[in-house]
T-cell receptor
Framework: GNSVTQMEGPVTLSEEAFLTINCTYT??????LFWYVQYPGEGLQLLLK?????DKGSNKGFEATYRKETTSFHLEKGSVQVSDSAVYFC?????????????FGPGTSLSVIP | DAGVIQSPRHEVTEMGQEVTLRCKPI?????LFWYRQTMMRGLELLIY????????DSGMPEDRFSAKMPNASFSTLKIQPSEPRDSAVYFC??????????????????FGEGSWLTVV
């Protein structure tokens, strides 16, 4: 079946540290991949996405590359800020030939301390 | 553009009472989703609609839960009777798929800010 696995949290980093949040997926066909972010007290919002292999999504200094060979979509940022403290969700839509519900990972909580 | 609008933002109710959560999706979107988020179970899809028609309600926990979408700009999620274990954040979300080809490619889901429900 289709699924998303994320690294266990919570993750605590100092400001300006390098961030990696691992995400791997299982899917039939050719999924689209997403990272959503949830700030405290808010709903989820799209951070970045990639729709085909080797695509790189980027936004607000965050990047993730769609790696079909390793079925991964790891989120990275070179220098985190306190304002990046949030929960990050990796997600996929399984197929490009029909709409299907989005499959979310369990989320990884990030705390950035000054 | 206004985003997905949910009401109420916060609700505290007594066990056994009826709870109605409301959602206005983004204008023009053709998919609407109801999610529930708890610490224990994370984010769960309860039900989703396409063009106001329920497509998959397999995530609805039990008969106490019901959802309707009478028109393209309004949906409700009702819990009757409510129980303490229903305490959670309920999110409404919407998406535009339309006749875009290939379907499902990179469609973004837009979430509301959530309705925080506490059943005591």
């Amino acid at each position: 079946g289709n699924s998303v696995t994320q690294m266990e949290g919570p993750v605590t980093l100092s400001e300006e540290a390098f961030l990696t949040i691992n995400c791997t997926y299982t899917a039939t066909g050719y999924p689209s991949l997403f990272w959503y972010v949830q700030y405290p007290g808010e709903g989820l919002q799209l951070l970045l996405k990639a729709t085909k292999a080797d695509d790189k999504g980027s936004n607000k200094g965050f990047e993730a590359t769609y790696r079909k060979e390793t079925t991964s979509f790891h989120l990275e940022k070179g220098s985190v800020q306190v304002s990046d403290s949030a929960v990050y969700f990796c997600a996929l839509t399984p197929s490009k030939t029909s709409y299907d519900k989005v499959i979310f990972g369990p989320g990884t909580s990030l705390s950035v301390i000054p | 553009d206004a985003g997905v609008i949910q009401s109420p933002r916060h609700e505290v109710t007594e066990m056994g009472q009826e709870v109605t959560l409301r959602c206005k999706p983004i204008s023009g979107h053709d998919y609407l989703f109801w999610y529930r988020q708890t610490m224990m179970r994370g984010l769960e899809l309860l039900i989703y609609f396409n063009n106001n028609v329920p497509i998959d309600d397999s995530g609805m926990p039990e008969d106490r839960f019901s959802a309707k979408m009478p028109n393209a700009s309004f949906s409700t999620l009702k819990i009757q009777p409510s129980e303490p274990r229903d305490s959670a954040v309920y999110f409404c979300a919407s998406s535009l798929v339309g006749d875009r080809l290939p379907l499902g490619s990179g469609n973004t889901i837009y979430f509301g800010e959530g309705s925080w429900l506490t059943v005591v």
